[in-house]
């Protein structure tokens, strides 16, 4: 019934975000993707499990140590959620970690150090892409951060549509980026504490 009830509500938003856009970005941004599914390295760096009887498949991050949002594991991940979204028997997706104390520690530092314009643009490209492919998901998604989930970490878990996160005082969430001097849009602060609950692990 509640998922049901999150289906309905995610289907209006959807409904709002998937108009078409005069530039037409929704396909140039899935050419990147092609571009860059060529390059991608082979170890994975995401697990999905698919349960067909729920529905509901299982994504979770396994690049070590921090599991860093880098190009690779980026262009992984929009892969993965292309793949569930294409599949419609799959109606809800949970990420999470596979690595102890840590969910994501956001974008991988070492790719906005020393890199060339065209890699730095391909790089923030896939950022971009990440979020606007979650967010605009058809599927339920549900975040469960079983770890420290700072900056970009923290933006990955704001576009699902809900937040479950451990209940451990060591485990630290949120939009610290502004001390690199990423300024986060206006609210995001304000979403996560109204839709993310604990819970003990
Ligand atoms: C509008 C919002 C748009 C979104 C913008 C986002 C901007 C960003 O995301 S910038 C990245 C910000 N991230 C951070 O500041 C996180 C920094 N990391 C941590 O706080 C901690 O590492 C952790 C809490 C995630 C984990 O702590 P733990 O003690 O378990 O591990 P460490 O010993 O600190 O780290 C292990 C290893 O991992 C490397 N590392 C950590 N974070 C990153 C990262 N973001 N990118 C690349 N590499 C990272 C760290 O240097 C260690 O490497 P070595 O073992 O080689 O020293």
Partial sequence: MAL????????????????????????????VLVSQMRNNATSPKIKVDFNQSTGVAVLSMQSPPVNSLSLDFLTELCISVEKLEMDRACRGLIITSSLPKVFSAGLDILEMYGKSPERCGEFW????????????????????????SPAGGCLLSLTCDYRIMSD??????????????????FGTDKNIIKNTHTCSN
């Fill in 4 to 31: 049901r009830a999150a289906l309905r509500q995610k289907c209006g938003l959807i409904g709002i975000l998937s108009q078409p856009s005069s530039s037409g970005s929704h396909s140039r941004v899935s050419a």
């Fill in 125 to 148: 490209r896939a950022v971009q892409e990440m979020w606007l492919k979650m967010y605009s998901s058809n599927m339920v998604t549900i975040a469960a951060i079983n770890g420290s």
């Fill in 168 to 185: 451990n005082p060591r485990y630290s969430i949120g939009l610290n980026e502004t001390l690199l001097g990423i300024v986060a849009p």
